[in-house]
Every structure is written in structure tokens, then in C-alpha cells.
């Protein structure tokens, strides 16, 4: 043993890595110690959760007994003594790692509880968590898959003093986890494993998330009071759809309307920053409080104002911060044009010259009363959800417009592939837009009864589709906008995103030609930042292949064969009695639209 050896404490503290490496500026190192036979997966589950955390922008890194062999430990053998040494030095490494923030993931046979016990004990010295999972598949089912055909040498005698043949493994008495006793698949093993993490606070629960900025129910009663004590800002429907928004914390971590500072990093660069680190965020519209000159002069410099929507005290904003409205420069920014011909341009036009921002306290959530408040669940109600069907995949397809078949077919691609990437249970988040739309889009109620005769003739399996609504309004600022769509939807619990063809696009609202490449939608949002833990799924463009007599993807080496039928063609159609083309849409869901246009007229 060295003599004469004196550690040295490091400068930098677990606080600044966790701030600088960590998730919300927490500390995550730790180690995470996979145990079990061979082949018993251990590898397999430590690479999938590597993968899973990497993509989340969790630093994490794996480490296999093989690959240790080769290196650090390539002067081990297999006796006794050289596997409890092999066991000691994997221990120190990874106490390294998690000392540095980093989560160590050890994927070792490690039969002995004593050695096992010692790399514990290792950690708990240096204020470090060890968390033993114990992969527990069956020694016949590792024999059988035998990956390496260690095994079958061991059986014939050629491999002396094999782990489960004739070396005894212990297994564990008390680990945190236990993995793969019941044939979990892998991405079920990795879900429960992050799901530990939330509970022992190592990483953020996922329950946590939403960001909601109601008032607590023990407090409403003191805040109403409040509330009707304070000076008052009369907010109308659409401000009234953005403070569901933020309520509900679809766009968490904002904790109210903008402030300048917010409004200005939003502008320029497509994200806000928040906690102790600022860290990044993806928030790519502004979601902003207009106010005019009248109202500026009667409330800028109070502590605190109300908002009232139709007569009634609906939430207090806290230190309202008042500042140039820049509609032109929000809008050229926003939308690229800044015409009033363009509906969502024409309504920020129409407002004062100030924006007001602040931390909102919502007194109570926002019900619209139409019938279909039912659907309109939180991201956290969302999250419930997820958990209580046992998805272990979740993939989003915003829509404003009715679904055709094309659409379906994106759908059920998207859940074709992620069966075959091993998935067990994939579920379509199928979330059509709730807020403002303009006048000549379908409106809500209509769009939603054709949604569900899409489900009732069994175009989407209804048993792995969640149909509910996003409560944002609509804003046509394309490529802009679908980022705004994901990052909402990576709030609400979903792992994956689906983009087709010109995304939250419109016409032009001058020129005949589209506002936005069609392309570009897709493209950008893969490119976003901020947005990390969410999978972009992009897709070829579908439409009505003339030779088929239906739905197909598009193929420009016969694209005289492709019809593309817009929402404006199939209006006309509906209004006029027409049938769309066999194939483009479920009968029953074309009913609907038909029968609400003919009401029109």
C-alpha cells in the first residue's frame, strides 16, 4: 500500500458541477450498479439507459465488464482474488465519474455481496448514492440465450469456475431495483429505472413538470379576496386562451406573460433561459399581455393588478412590468411579413402600443363550458394518463383540420415504427388545436366530432389513441409556430413529435403563393434548440395517388398520378354536396364536414 500520499480537496464544488452538468442545476452524479448473470441483459439495459439519458442531456456514460477487461483492468484473470480486484477498481472509477456529475452506469456479474457491499460503502464514504439493480433473469433463460456461447463452453468443461455453472453467484438481498424477472423489454427496464430517479430526487419527476401556476385551493379563498381588493385589467378571449396556456404550464418554466427581457430572447433567439444557470429553453412565440395607453397610465407601478375576463376575477400578475409593444418588429420577426391581411398579424395590430408582463396566480383553471372541457387536460392530467395506460411511448400529431386518410397513415406508420424498435405499448397522443382559429378554419366542435368517427371506424385504433385538446390559439407563423407545437407537447410527457408538410403554414396574405416552404417547418424543428427529449419524426408528404384510389406517399417520379386536395377544395366540396375522392377520408368523418357545411347555407 502507498505511503506518503495526502488527497487534495478539488475547488469546484458538486453544487457548481450540478449547475453547469446537471439537470435544473441538480446534482445527478451517482452510480447506478447493474448486477446478474450473464446474458442477463445487463449491457443491453446500462447502453439503452445511456442512450436515454443522453438524448434527455443527462451526462451519463456506460461501463462493461468486457470493456474494462481490455484497458484498466487487462491484468485481471478470473480467480477469487483478481475478481474481487477487478470489482474494487471498477468501484473507484466509478465514484470518479459520479463525483464529477456524472451518472456511472456499471454493468458487471459482480457475484459477491461482499464485493458488491464494498463499492457501496465506497460511495456512502464519499457522500456519493449507489444503486444496486439486480438484473434477475432466470440462469435457463441466460443459458439459452447464451450470447457469447460462454455457457456452452462452461458446460463442456472447456470454461473452469463460470458464474451460475460452477461459481456461485449471490444474489442480491436488498437492491433498489430488481429488472427483467418477468421478461420486461428493454425500454420497459429503462422506464422503470428513470422512473427511480425521479422518486430518489436524482432526476426532476416528470409529475413536477408541468409548471402550473394555479393558486393553491387552501389559499383561493384569501387570494379572491385579494383579487377584488386590487386595481383591474380587462383581458379578452384570446389573452384569456394564453393564460389557460401558461396556467396549465403547457409553456413552463414562463411563470406569467412575458417581461421585456423574456420577450426580447424569445424574439431573437426562439428560447427563454430560466433557473439559477439560466438554462435554455425553446419558447419560440411570445406570450404576451397587451395593454393601451389608458391602462398603462392607470396601473403601470402597481404591486400587483387583477385580470378580469367577463366581469369576473380570474388571476392576480404580480410586479406588472409595462413595455413597448414593437408590433412591426414582432411581427417581421415573428410571422416574416408584417401585414393586417394576415389574421393572427391583424389582431396584434388591433391591440394598444404595450405589452405587461408578470408572475401570474390563476385562481381557479379556465373552463369554457362548450361540452368539451372533458378533453381539454393538463399536461400533467396528460402525464396521469400516459402512466395509468402503461404507455412507454408517446408520440403527438397536432392538427387544426380534420384528418384524412394521409394523416392516419402518418399515424399509424409512426406506431408501426415504433413497435418494431421494440416498444410494447406506443400511444398517439392525437391533439387537435383548441384556441383561436381563423374564421374560415373548421371550428373546434365540428373538428372534434369528425375525430371521433375516424376512431369509431377504427381508421386509428382507439384503444392506442389519447384524444384531448391543446388549448393554445393558432397563429399560422409556420416554421416559428411548430416549434411553439413541440415544445408544448414535450411539456405534456410526449417522447416523440410528428411533422409533415408546411406545419402551422397559410397563404400568403397578398401574394398567391404560400406564406412558408413547405419544407422548411420540418427542417427548422429538428434543427430548434431547447427541445431536448423530444424525437422529431419527419415524414414524406401524402396524398391521393389517382392509380391507387388512395392515401399514399408521394412519389415525384409519377407526381402527374398525385392529387393534393387543400382545406379549401374540400370546403367547397362539403358546401356543394360533393363526394371526395374514394379513399381520402373515413365516410362517417367526411359526414360530419358535409353536414355542417350544408347547415351553413
Known sequence: MATNVTAV???VTRKSRGDILGVESRFCGCTLWFTGLSGAGKTTLSFALEAELTRRGIPSYGLDGDNMRTGLNKNLGFSPEDR??????????????????ILALASFISPFRKDREGVRQLHAEAGLKFIECYVGTPLDECEKRDPKGLYKKARAGIIKGFTGIDSVYEEPENPELVLGTHGETVEECVRKVIEYLEQVDILPSASKLGGELFV????????EAEAASLPKLEIDRLSMEWLQVLSEGWASPLKGFMREKEFLQCLHFNTITAGPQRRIYNQSVPIVLPADDAQKAALAGKPAITLVFEGKDVAILRTPEFFEARKEERCSRQFGVNHPNHPYIGQVHSYGDWLVGGDLEVLRRVRWNDGLDQYRLTPGELRAEFKKRGADAVFAFQLRNPIHNGHAMLMQDTH??????????????????????KDDDVPLPIRMAQHHAVLQEGVLDPEATLLAIFPSPMMYAGP?????????????GANFYIVGRDPAGMAHPVLKQDLYNHDHGREVLQMAPG??????????????????????YFDESRKADFLFISGTKMRTLARTGESLPPGFMCESGWKVLADYYKSLQ
Request: glycine share 10%; proline share 5%; hydrophobic share 40%.
Open 9 to 11: 480537496e478539488h475547488q
Open 84 to 101: 474481487a480486484e477487478n470489482i474494487r477498481r471498477v468501484g473507484e472509477v466509478c465514484k470518479l465519474f459520479a463525483d464529477g456529475g
Open 216 to 223: 393553491p385551493e387552501d389559499q383561493v379563498a384569501a387570494r
Open 416 to 437: 408501426k415504427k415504433l413497435k418494431e424498435r421494440g416498444f410494447r405499448k406506443p400511444l398517439l397522443l392525437l391533439h387537435p388545436l383548441g384556441g383561436w382559429t
Open 480 to 492: 416559428t409556430e411548430v416549434q411553439w407545437h413541440a415544445k408544448a407537447r414535450l411539456n405534456a
Open 531 to 552: 427541445l431536448t427529449g423530444l424525437e422529431i419524426i419527419p415524414f414524406l408528404v401524402a396524398a391521393y395517388d389517382t392509380k391507387q384510389g388512395k392515401m399514399a
